[in-house]
Antibody, heavy 126, light 112 residues
Framework: QVQLVESGGGVVQPGGSLRLSCAAS????????MHWVRQAPGKGLEWVAF????????YYADSVKARFTISRDNSKNTLYLQMNSLRAEDTAVYYC???????????????????WGQGSLVSVSS | QSVLTQPPSVSGAPGQRVTISCTGS?????????VHWYQQLPGTAPKLLIY???NRPSGVPDRFSGSKSGTSASLVITGLQAEDEADYYC????????????FGGGTKLTVL
């Protein structure tokens, strides 16, 4: 079955960096676009970033643009999120999620997120 | 401030029917983009509940249904059960300058 497992979260000081990973299994990873979505403590969901199945297109929310970088290694079935210049407001559980359809146009405005990983907590605090 | 507006909370007794609304604008739902719904049980990751406005993934009970009209969408849950107590989120796409995939603020469903 499709499985997404995030790792790499932790506590980091403001201004610091962290890299999240999302290990994928149970499907042909190189055929699907992937997303990062975050949820601050007690708050709602916020889409963060998207990468096309082949890595050629990337999109970011304004709140993280120029600070976060999404990437993927299709040979390792792994998605990444490099987070730099972290702020207190970046504190959240970060989920990776899969596009529902392979080889989707980029971006596909009709797509949804399924499934989601279990999440990785990032806490930015001094 | 979420791009899509949901009521913060709704409640109902077991067996009752509840409706959760999701209101957008001409740059998202009103532009014709689909609405999708997710259920988030306490302490867990969101799970897809409805996709493409009204389609249920396999395994989702037919007590859950979705619809869309104009700039709004609705999730209806009939025959409410205790295990339905969760947070529910709508999601669509926004074509404005800073838009991409957007969520509602979430609705906490309490089963009385």
């Amino acid at each position: 079955q499709v499985q997404l497992v995030e790792s790499g979260g932790g506590v980091v000081q403001p201004g610091g960096s962290l890299r999240l990973s999302c290990a994928a299994s149970g499907f042909t990873f190189s055929s699907y676009g992937m997303h990062w979505v975050r949820q601050a403590p007690g708050k709602g969901l916020e889409w963060v970033a998207f990468i096309r199945y082949d890595g050629s297109n990337k999109y970011y929310a304004d709140s993280v643009k120029a600070r976060f970088t999404i990437s993927r290694d299709n040979s390792k079935n792994t998605l990444y999120l490099q987070m730099n210049s972290l702020r207190a407001e970046d504190t959240a559980v970060y989920y990776c999620a899969k596009d529902p359809v392979g080889y989707s146009s980029s971006p596909d405005p009709y797509n949804w997120f399924d499934p989601w990983g279990q999440g990785s907590l990032v806490s930015v605090s001094s | 401030q979420s791009v899509l507006t949901q009521p913060p909370s709704v409640s109902g007794a077991p067996g009752q029917r509840v409706t959760i609304s999701c209101t957008g604008s001409s740059s998202n739902i009103g532009a014709g983009y689909d609405v999708h719904w997710y259920q988030q049980l306490p302490g867990t990751a969101p799970k897809l509940l409805i996709y493409g406005n009204s389609n249920r993934p396999s395994g989702v009970p037919d007590r859950f249904s979705g619809s869309k009209s104009g700039t709004s969408a609705s999730l209806v849950i009939t025959g409410l059960q205790a295990e339905d107590e969760a947070d529910y989120y709508c999601q669509s796409y926004d074509s404005s300058l800073s838009g991409f995939w957007v969520f509602g603020g979430g609705t906490k469903l309490t089963v009385l």
